[in-house]
């Protein structure tokens, strides 16, 4: 009797755990899996910028060479502009007339070639710079003998409006004094001619670079002989 009870217990277990492992399979399979919320890794950001702002350049200018558009460089200072002297007046063309030439009896020279659109300075026969030149469009500048005749921080050219650093004044053509300069600055402080060396492009004088002018410029004094050839 013991073992008949024994055994009815028994198999009354397996059958309760019979059911509940299937009552447990049965809700997972009923009921449906959440899915695991995706995660997303922001790629940019989000920033106020500022407009850029634009500063109009001059407007392009016609030579033998194409339309040049001058490049930006910072404006003129109170003191070079107190320090100008306009060069094609002819009140200063009669005054330089009338001035008795510069006796020179220094070894400096200054030497320019149109053909080759250099310059070569020599103290002696020492050649001490050697520097990359632009000489007038159309043969503007006159081949010939000539001296420094003055030394002007910075020069203005009242005809084209500009302004020509470490000017050292060479001839004259009528009211116009033709010189050697640095590249001209416009009024609004643009650079003019600038990447265009060593192509005849000004209107008569011998332009240099800005940082050539100032060494040339500190170099010769009043009377140096400048020749120029082809």
Request: negative net charge; proline residues 9%.
């Amino acid at each position: 009797m013991t073992s008949r009870v024994t055994g009815l217990l028994l198999g009354l277990v397996i059958v309760l755990l019979g059911a509940a492992t299937w009552t447990a399979t049965a809700s997972q399979a009923l009921s449906p899996m959440t899915p695991p919320t995706p995660t997303y890794v922001q790629s940019f950001a989000i920033a106020e910028l500022a407009k850029p702002t634009y500063t109009p350049l001059p407007p392009p200018i016609e030579s033998p060479l194409g339309t040049i558009t001058p490049t930006q460089e910072p404006t003129a200072t109170l003191q070079a502009i107190a320090e100008a002297v306009i060069v094609d007046s002819p009140e200063r063309a009669h005054a330089a007339e009338a001035q008795a030439p510069v006796n020179y009896s220094g070894g400096k020279k200054i030497l320019v070639d149109i053909s080759e659109q250099h310059m070569y300075v020599y103290d002696g026969e020492l050649l001490v710079y050697s520097f990359v030149s632009s000489t007038g469009m159309n043969n503007a500048t006159r081949a010939g003998t000539f001296s420094v005749l003055d030394k002007i921080p910075n020069a203005y050219g009242a005809t084209w409006n500009i302004w020509m650093p470490n000017w050292l004044g060479i001839y004259w053509a009528g009211s116009l004094e033709n010189g050697i300069h640095a590249l001209p600055i416009l009024p609004n402080g643009a650079t003019l001619w600038a990447g265009f060396l060593g192509s005849p492009i000004s209107y008569g004088c011998v332009v240099l670079d800005t940082y050539d002018a100032q060494v040339l410029y500190d170099w010769a004094e009043v009377g140096v002989p400048v020749e120029i050839q082809w």
